[in-house]
T-cell receptor, first 112, second 118 residues
Framework: AQTVTQSQPEMSVQEAETVTLSCTYDTSESDYYLFWYKQPPSRQMILVIRQEAYKQQNATENRFSVNFQKAAKSFSLKISDSQLGDAAMYFCALFGNEKLTFGTGTRLTIIP | KAGVTQTPRYLIKTRGQQVTLSCSPI?????VSWYQQTPGQGLQFLFE???????NKGNFPGRFSGRQFSNSRSEMNVSTLELGDSALYLCASSLAQEGDYMQEDTQYFGPGTRLTVL
């Protein structure tokens, strides 16, 4: 079975500062994909960033970047220059063994 | 391009009833997956359909079923509703590929259907 663990139920950051959300996972698959999704109060699940496990280079999408440590099975999300619109639940997810498994989420609060 | 749409957005049912939820994928997407989101269990995979065939399913009882039509639209049905079925049901679509197993492709989610069972 594959698992995804997000150990930080809640995080807060000052507007314009940088914050890092943690995620660890476990899978027996050699080929898999990792994602961060954002779920604002509207409940719409929005893709933030995607990482292919066979690629060593960390994915980057504008102010969002990841630190992918395959050996440690770690996949953290860094948000730079935090904005009020970044406030949401953030879910780490792993696609492997033919299905998408989510972590329990981290609620991110942006302090003006 | 329009996103994934789900209808209805909100639904209230009583125990023992059945319910059908609908999902229209992004145009051109052939795979549709369903998830249940609850405060206690988080996000859990229900099943995935591709070309009108269920390719993969999660660990849910047989009361939960689905189908996909030739235009890739999908419906999910829950029979004999229980209080514990109250949840946000999310649908996601992806381009996917031919094959008898669910291959990775980025999934794009709809806004969800909030089901309340009284």
């Amino acid at each position: 079975a594959q698992t995804v663990t997000q150990s930080q139920p809640e995080m807060s950051v000052q507007e314009a500062e940088t914050v890092t959300l943690s995620c660890t996972y476990d899978t027996s698959e050699s080929d898999y994909y990792l994602f961060w999704y954002k779920q604002p109060p509207s409940r719409q699940m929005i893709l933030v960033i995607r990482q292919e496990a066979y690629k060593q280079q960390n994915a980057t999408e504008n102010r969002f970047s990841v630190n992918f440590q395959k050996a440690a099975k770690s996949f953290s999300l860094k948000i730079s220059d935090s904005q009020l619109g970044d406030a949401a639940m953030y879910f780490c997810a792993l696609f492997g063994n033919e299905k998408l498994t989510f972590g329990t989420g981290t609620r991110l609060t942006i302090i003006p | 391009k329009a996103g994934v749409t789900q209808t209805p957005r909100y639904l209230i049912k009583t125990r023992g009833q059945q319910v059908t939820l609908s999902c229209s994928p992004i145009s051109g997407h052939r795979s549709v997956s369903w998830y249940q989101q609850t405060p206690g269990q988080g996000l859990q995979f229900l099943f995935e359909y591709f070309s009108e065939t269920q390719r993969n399913k999660g660990n849910f009882p047989g009361r939960f079923s689905g189908r996909q039509f030739s235009n890739s639209r999908s419906e999910m049905n829950v029979s004999t509703l229980e209080l514990g079925d109250s949840a946000l049901y999310l649908c996601a679509s992806s381009l996917a590929q031919e094959g008898d197993y669910m291959q990775e492709d980025t999934q794009y989610f709809g806004p969800g259907t909030r089901l309340t069972v009284l």
